[in-house]
C-alpha cells in the first residue's frame, strides 16, 4: 500500500481559530478515517467517512470527501489549545479494515 | 469500545538481543494489528494477528524479524528479533469493534522501544 500525503505538514494558530488539515490518497478506498495522537501517545480515532459520503461532522469537527479528488480534508472549528496533537488521515484500501496511514499535521494551537 | 493494554510501555534494548511487547484487551474482538511507527514518522502496519493461525504480514515485514502470536482472542503478543538501531519506534497493537457499516480502531497506549 502507498501511504498518503497531508498537507500542511505543521500548523500553527491561535485558540478560536479553525484549522484545516487536507489529505491526499493513492487508490480507491472503502472509508477514510482521521486520527489524533497526543505527543507520540496511542491514537484516537475521530471520525470515520465512507467511500459513499461526502460530508461528515462530530462536534467541532467537519470532514470532507472527494473520491474524484481521492483527497479529504478535517476541519476543526474554534480551535482549543487542547487541540494542540498530531492528526492522521488513514485510508482502508481491502476493506479488512488494515489502514495506510498519511504522513500527519502537525498542530499546535496557542492560548 | 475496547481498552488496551501494553507491556512494557517503553524499554531500551542492546542490538542483537530481542524483545517481547504483550497486547492484552478488555474484549474478545476478532481483528487485532500490529503498527510500527518509526521516529517522526506515520504508522506502518507490520501484520494482522489471527487467532488459531499464522499472523498475516505486511510487505517488508517477515516472521523470523516479527513473530506474533495470538493464543486467543483478548492478548497478542508481538516479538522484535535480533534488534538493530533501526528497529527504534513505537509499536502499537489495534482492535477494530464494529457497530453495523462502520468500525472504530482502537489503539494501545505503544510501546517506545529504543535499540542501542
Known amino acids: 500500500s502507498q501511504q498518503g500525503e497531508e498537507d500542511p505538514q505543521a500548523l500553527s494558530i491561535q485558540e478560536g481559530e479553525n484549522a484545516t488539515m487536507n489529505c491526499s490518497y493513492k487508490t480507491s478506498i472503502n472509508n477514510l478515517q482521521w486520527y489524533r495522537q497526543n505527543s507520540g501517545r496511542g491514537l484516537v480515532h475521530l471520525i470515520l467517512?465512507?467511500?459513499?459520503?461526502r460530508e461528515k461532522h462530530s462536534g467541532r469537527l467537519r470532514v470532507t470527501l472527494d473520491t474524484s479528488k481521492k483527497s479529504s480534508s478535517l476541519l476543526i472549528t474554534a480551535s482549543r489549545a487542547a487541540d494542540t496533537a498530531s492528526y492522521f488521515c488513514?485510508?482502508?484500501?481491502?476493506?479488512?479494515?488494515?489502514?495506510?496511514f498519511g504522513t500527519g499535521t502537525r498542530l499546535l494551537v496557542s492560548p | 469500545s475496547a481498552v488496551i493494554s501494553q507491556k512494557p510501555s517503553r524499554d531500551i534494548c542492546q542490538r542483537g538481543t530481542s524483545l517481547t511487547i504483550q497486547c492484552q484487551v478488555d474484549s474478545q474482538v476478532t481483528m487485532m494489528f500490529w503498527y510500527r511507527q518509526q521516529p517522526g514518522q506515520s504508522l506502518t502496519l507490520i501484520a494482522t494477528a489471527n487467532q488459531g493461525s499464522e499472523a498475516t504480514y505486511e510487505s517488508g515485514f517477515v516472521i523470523d524479524k516479527f513473530p506474533i502470536s495470538r493464543p486467543n482472542l483478548t492478548f497478542s503478543t508481538l516479538t522484535v528479533s535480533n534488534m538493530s538501531p533501526e528497529d527504534s519506534s513505537i509499536y502499537l497493537c489495534s482492535v477494530v469493534s464494529s457497530s453495523g457499516l462502520d468500525y472504530e480502531q482502537y489503539f494501545g497506549p505503544g510501546t517506545r522501544l529504543t535499540v542501542t
Open positions: 488513514a485510508t482502508d484500501d481491502t476493506g479488512f479494515q488494515k489502514l495506510v
Open positions: 467517512i465512507r467511500s459513499n459520503e
